[in-house]
T-cell receptor, first 112, second 115 residues
Framework: DAKTTQPTSMDCAEGRAANLPCNHSTISGNEYVYWYRQIHSQGPQYIIHGLKNNETNEMASLIITEDRKSSTLILPHATLRDTAVYYCIVRVVGNAGNMLTFGGGTRLMVKP | DAGVIQSPRHEVTEMGQEVTLRCKPISGHNSLFWYRQTMMRGLELLIYFNNNVPIDDSGMPEDRFSAKMPNASFSTLKIQPSEPRDSAVYFC?????????????FGPGTRLTVL
């Protein structure tokens, strides 16, 4: 699976949009971009994933650049409960090698 | 939906003792994963099963670790004998191997402390 690069930490004001970037310049054509987050003392939680089109669900939006070498996770109205470590992962879907390889992630601190 | 269930949530044991961690995946999921998380190494995949069959155990640190999945609704991770360096949070996750979704759902974890 392709390697990803994320900032170590970010701050965001409560109620504002949180934009978390991820670089994955070596992504392959059949690799998806996944985002998970881990709130303190809990297991990782799936947020969203996409291949090349932008995606939106009830939690977040995922913007993938046209060349697919980077993406941005957007939390439109961050709350204090969104404080967590956010992991960007690229991986092939639907075969026996469907493992998640977690990097260091971005520690997002939402401040009042 | 109860989600992935793990037990115990906390385990404190002494070096040399056997430790068994348990996991009940989400009903209908056919893949199960065991991860370990430490401050030093982050989240690491230990082993995963597909349709109850171990597919990749290359992440299992050594022979002291073993995992089984006797049926679709239960898996165990055993450490025998345990050592202080095994202290970590152990997560179980389950998922379905589908072409367009294939997400993993994590349990709350078992915090293991080996004294």
């Amino acid at each position: 699976d392709a390697k990803t690069t994320q900032p170590t930490s970010m701050d965001c004001a409560e109620g504002r949009a949180a934009n978390l970037p991820c670089n994955h310049s070596t992504i392959s054509g059949n690799e998806y971009v996944y985002w998970y987050r881990q709130i303190h003392s809990q297991g990782p939680q799936y947020i969203i994933h996409g291949l090349k089109n932008n995606e939106t669900n009830e939690m977040a939006s995922l913007i993938i650049t046209e060349d697919r070498k980077s993406s941005t996770l957007i939390l439109p109205h961050a709350t204090l409960r969104d404080t967590a470590v956010y992991y960007c992962i690229v991986r092939v879907v639907g075969n026996a090698g469907n493992m998640l390889t977690f990097g260091g992630g971005t520690r997002l601190m939402v401040k009042p | 939906d109860a989600g992935v269930i793990q037990s115990p949530r906390h385990e404190v044991t002494e070096m040399g003792q056997e430790v068994t961690l348990r996991c009940k995946p989400i009903s209908g999921h056919n893949s199960l994963f065991w991860y370990r998380q430490t401050m030093m190494r982050g989240l690491e995949l230990l082993i995963y099963f597909n349709n109850n069959v171990p597919i990749d155990d290359s992440g299992m640190p050594e022979d002291r670790f073993s995992a089984k999945m006797p049926n679709a609704s239960f898996s165990t991770l055993k450490i025998q004998p345990s050592e202080p360096r095994d202290s970590a949070v152990y997560f179980c996750a389950s998922g379905t191997q589908a072409s367009s979704t294939d997400t993993q759902y994590f349990g709350p974890g078992t915090r293991l402390t080996v004294l």
